[in-house]
């Protein structure tokens, strides 16, 4: 193959890859496409102000008044509804035809927006109608955005009011046909309607609070942890007389990521009730946390939140002590439950603070005063007019309408109401516009990079917004996609500095790093990066050394062109060998597919329509794949055709380019070929290239059927290396599959020959071939081959799993090395609870005065629903699967240590031991090892292990840049309004509806239960 590169040197040329000039072109790029879209959502924002200012309020506002596409009215949540209507329909909504759009995966109306209004919020009330009246307006401003910049894709206004409205229209998406979907809860609405915060929790466990009290402090505090985002930090404490913090290990301030609230979810169901209350122990305990700056933190907003079910004690010493006189820190109060103590203390608590009182009676008041304290957070925003509205961009989530992973855009709107007096302090809300990661993806130079070159972001938390590793297995929408760079490559102290320096933006010099997947491949890269100008984000850049340079083809000749492009047609398979092509876009106007076969045949109609010069086409990418059908058809007919595959014990042949060509021969082979046909994605490609000599890969162990009668391939493969003048690139990797029955002879072969008589797999002076083991295993811990054929269906296994005891005797022996690596994009079968059955239990049961709490009925249903799903490990519904949920998992990975040499060594077990033979193979990722049966049945030893162990959480502070601006403080901020109940009055329909509905819930067998 190296040959015929030469030969043909004149197709093509070595261009050097400036990585310098390359990361900062991509990051111009970004920049100016995330440009566009901030002059989308200030002009947004400037309209939505205005229409706000010039609105007057409508005490008498009713439904029929107002004229808008509700996205729920025709939702189907059930699969069991037979046709009937939902009870939360809206026959007033607006009717509208839908078209298909490819920009937007899904149907939209591109004359109107549409309106989601959360389920516990009562659609009749004069606050949401006189939100819907005005906003009403903003569908002119979006209409008039999308034409401006035809790319733009969502764009929303998230409503203080819980109201969300977004063009262009299309029906609602509620995942698992239960919409607890609140745009107050999403954390791109988080980021723009407040800085980020420093939060204590304290809850009171005294004796008094028992019962549905506790209940209730337990689902208020869960719901209150799910309104911090990842620029959050926070700690939660229990107390009664004395203080303690509820996650043990967690001494300080945590960021509050996914995985730590998970952490702190879990202690807090966990919480007893028990002693005396004493206030100055958790409010103690909340400021000395607060107060330690050696800790990493938000450094804005701090707070504390104090749930309890009332006292007499102000704590009046306490606040003098740390708080007063400039109250750096606002403290919220939540009346937990239904009592007759004196709330006055608490209120007054909130007001001496800066904060704010809260109440929730019952179930139903949980979700909206959980989060009505970011109104609070968001005075000094509001006061501080332009200087605040600045763009941000979020980290990566799933879009909840379907668009996929994206990024979004925010930008807070302000009350500019003015009263005759100082400025409102209220803010309105968000605007977003999402930016989705393919549209990002498709400004980098991913082809010139080659297989293990790429292009990775970060945000200041040192989450990766592009990485070829951020694969994350969604569950919903519910959870954002929070990848940490350290999580996302092997962690190393170089990669700590890179982090570092990342989101510090400095420049970092070439670093080694370790590329993980089965296996670990040590290989040097080299990193840099540059700030996107505009963004919070940094771009990086990573190459090997051996990607410096790419190959670009130089196809002038058409009749050369029309010649190698002949060998992709199908009718070339049977004498040539199958073709796979990498599912690339070379051509705007070529229809994408899953199915290879279907892909290349849409690709083939597709050329003979244009010419690979056509300016709708990828010029590189296309002449690049032409090139490659070329060569590695002469290669077939120089080498693959002259030889007789099965005198080698082949079962295949087979070529790989850097162009996107994949060939397999002979024909039938591709039958059971099962390599990505992206060349950048497969395994056996990437390690190739990262490795010298050949690399060996045993199939799965899944993929053995039966050993008996189904033919097992060895997959060797190496990577073809080219110098032209000071120029080296490795565009190619070539490789053969092994027939594993026809090499057993040759390895009893190889084996004699690599030992002396003493250890050889054939004579041995004192065994028999029986008592004789011999092995190959590979760089990663993995059985290759053995002569043991009763070990053919263990082909692929890690080797602990066939051989416990010597595994662990070359780990021992300093053969192997191991490393640990978390995977945080994991997904874990929730662990189903024993005591199962079709009856109710535990149901949360509403109390009187639930029952005549009006606010209650508007909620309680949504929300019980919700913490069927959250708060249980067991949830067995009609029409419902058990469900599954995130986590982070752990894996144990072995590779090779500087081993080159022969070794004999001694393994002594309990009763018995036995010699053993080790050595590296040269120029390939193998050892052979030659062992004597064990006599006895024991041998103490560690049983290692390569696969995933339940779910773990790592606790260690990373590096975060913080916040670059914070608004938490400003002098003409009003706190006179520090506390109230919280009630609103629905319509009787709306509360007959939701009793139906609750009711129903309640009657249900096929329900099962949460244990609080």
Not at 805 to 818: D, E, G, I, T, V
Request: hydrophobic share 35%; net charge negative.
């Amino acid at each position: 193959m190296r040959g015929i590169y030469n030969e043909k040197k004149s197709q093509f040329d070595i261009k050097r890859n400036q990585p310098k000039d390359l990361v900062e072109k991509v990051a111009r790029d970004i920049a100016k496409l995330l440009n566009s879209k901030r002059k989308a959502l200030e002009r947004l924002a400037q309209e939505a102000e205005k229409l706000q200012k010039e609105h007057s309020w409508q005490d008498g506002i009713k439904e029929s008044d107002i004229s808008y596409y509700d996205s729920k009215a025709e939702a189907d949540y059930s699969e069991d509804n037979d046709g009937d209507d939902s009870l939360l329909d809206n026959p007033s909504s607006l009717k509208l035809d839908f078209v298909e759009d490819t920009n937007f995966k899904s149907k939209v109306n591109y004359t109107y927006t549409a309106v989601q209004i959360p389920t516990d919020i009562y659609k009749g009330s004069p606050v949401i109608l006189n939100e819907l009246n005005w906003t009403q307006a903003l569908d002119r401003v979006f209409i008039d955005n999308s034409r401006e910049d035809p790319s733009l894709r969502w764009q929303v206004f998230g409503s203080s009011t819980g109201v969300t409205r977004y063009y262009p229209a299309t029906p609602w998406r509620a995942p698992n046909k239960i919409d607890l979907y609140d745009v107050r809860r999403r954390p791109w609405y988080i980021q723009g309607a407040s800085s980020p915060k420093d939060m204590v929790i304290i809850v009171d466990v005294s004796g008094s609070v028992s019962g549905l009290t506790l209940k209730l402090m337990k689902m208020s505090v869960i719901e209150m942890l799910d309104t911090l985002s990842d620029d959050d930090y926070v700690n939660v404490a229990r107390f009664n007389e004395k203080a303690d913090a509820v996650v043990p290990c967690f001494k300080t301030l945590v960021q509050a990521n996914i995985r730590n609230k998970k952490i702190f979810k879990k202690s807090v169901m966990q919480m007893q009730a028990k002693g005396t209350t004493d206030y100055k122990s958790g409010f103690q305990f909340a400021f000395e946390q607060l107060l330690n700056t050696s800790a990493p933190r938000a450094n804005c907003n701090k707070m504390i939140m104090m749930f309890t079910d009332g006292g007499e004690d102000r704590a009046q010493d306490i606040f003098e002590k740390y708080n007063w006189p400039n109250k750096t820190v606002r403290v919220f109060t939540f009346s937990v439950g239904q009592h007759n103590y004196d709330v006055t203390p608490l209120q007054w608590i909130a007001c001496a603070n800066k904060g704010y009182y809260f109440e929730i009676p019952s179930i139903g008041a949980i979700r909206i005063n959980t989060q009505e304290y970011l109104d609070v957070l968001g005075r000094p925003m509001a006061l501080a007019g332009n200087p605040a509205k600045k763009v941000q961009w979020t980290n990566v989530y799933q879009d909840a309408l379907g668009l996929g992973l994206v990024i979004t855009g925010t930008i807070p709107v302000f009350n500019l109401t003015e009263d005759g007096g100082p400025q409102n302090q209220v803010i309105l809300g968000v605007m977003g516009v999402d930016v989705t990661l393919n549209e990002i993806k498709q400004l980098t130079p991913r082809y010139k990079l080659g297989a293990n070159g790429y292009t990775f972001a970060l945000d200041p938390n040192g989450y990766v917004l592009l990485h070829p590793n951020l694969q994350p297995k969604i569950i919903g929408f519910r959870e954002t996609v929070t990848l940490d760079f350290l999580d996302a490559e092997l962690e190393d102290g170089n990669k700590e500095e890179v982090q570092a320096y990342v989101c510090r933006r400095w420049f970092v010099n070439p670093r080694s790093g370790l590329s993980m997947q089965r296996y670990i491949d040590e290989a040097m890269r080299t990193y840099i990066w540059t700030p996107v100008d505009g963004t919070d984000y940094s771009l990086g850049l990573v190459l090997p050394t051996y990607s410096e340079s790419h190959i670009r083809a130089n196809l002038s000749d058409q009749i050369l062109q029309v010649q190698y492009f002949e060998s992709l047609l199908t009718s070339s398979f049977e004498s040539e060998g199958h073709v796979f092509i990498a599912p690339r876009e070379y051509c705007k106007d070529l229809e994408l597919s899953s199915n290879n076969t279907e892909f290349l045949l849409n690709f083939i109609a597709l050329m003979e329509k244009v010419t690979p010069d056509s300016k709708k086409c990828d010029n590189f990418l296309l002449h690049n794949l032409i090139l490659d059908a070329g060569i590695i058809r002469q290669l077939v007919d120089k080498v693959w055709k002259t030889k007789d595959l099965n005198t080698y014990g082949f079962l295949a042949v087979f070529a790989a380019t850097d162009g996107g060509i994949t060939r397999v021969f002979p024909n039938k082979s591709a039958e059971t070929w099962e390599e990505d046909p992206e060349p950048f994605n497969a395994s056996f490609y990437r390690r190739s290239l990262d490795n010298k000599g050949y690399i060996f890969r045993a199939p799965y162990p899944n993929d053995i059927l039966d050993p008996e009668n189904d033919t097992i391939g060895i997959l060797v493969s190496t990577a073809v290396e080219i110098t032209v003048g000071s120029r080296t690139v490795k565009p190619a990797v070539v490789g053969v599959k092994l027939d594993l029955e026809a090499w057993t002879d040759k390895f009893k072969i190889l084996a004699s020959n690599q030992t002396d008589s003493r250890h050889s797999c054939i004579l041995l002076s004192s065994f028999s071939m029986q008592d004789l083991l011999c092995y190959l295993i590979d760089d990663g811990g993995f059985l290759i081959m053995s002569n043991q054929k009763d070990h053919w269906n263990k082909i692929g296994m890690f080797f602990s799993e066939v051989d416990p005891a010597l595994m662990y005797a070359l780990y021992n022996n300093s053969f192997y090395k191991r490393k640990q690596s978390y995977n945080y994009q994991s997904v874990c079968e929730r662990v189903q609870s024993s005591n199962t059955g079709a009856a109710p239990r535990g149901v949360f049961v509403p109390t009187i005065a639930d029952f005549l709490n009006v606010a209650w009925w508007t909620s309680a249903a949504i929300l019980y629903m919700s913490l069927v799903w959250c708060f249980t490990d067991n949830v067995e519904a009609e029409g419902m699967e058990p469900r599954e949920t995130s986590c982070v998992t752990i894996q144990t990975q072995y590779y090779f240590t500087n081993i080159t040499s022969t070794y004999d060594l001694l393994q002594d077990c309990d009763n018995c031991s036995r010699l053993i033979h080790v050595r590296r193979i040269n120029n390939s990722n193998l050892l052979f090892v030659v062992a004597e049966k064990l006599l006895c049945n024991s041998c103490q030893m560690e049983v290692l292990t390569q696969v995933e162990d339940p779910c773990e959480v790592l606790n260690t502070a990373r590096y975060r840049k913080g916040p670059s601006t914070c608004f938490d403080y400003n002098v003409t901020e009003n706190t006179s309004d520090c506390g109230r109940g919280h009630s609103f009055s629905p319509s009787v329909s709306t509360i007959l509806s939701l009793q139906f509905l609750l009711l129903c819930l309640w009657a249900s067998p096929h329900i099962a239960t949460v244990s609080l």
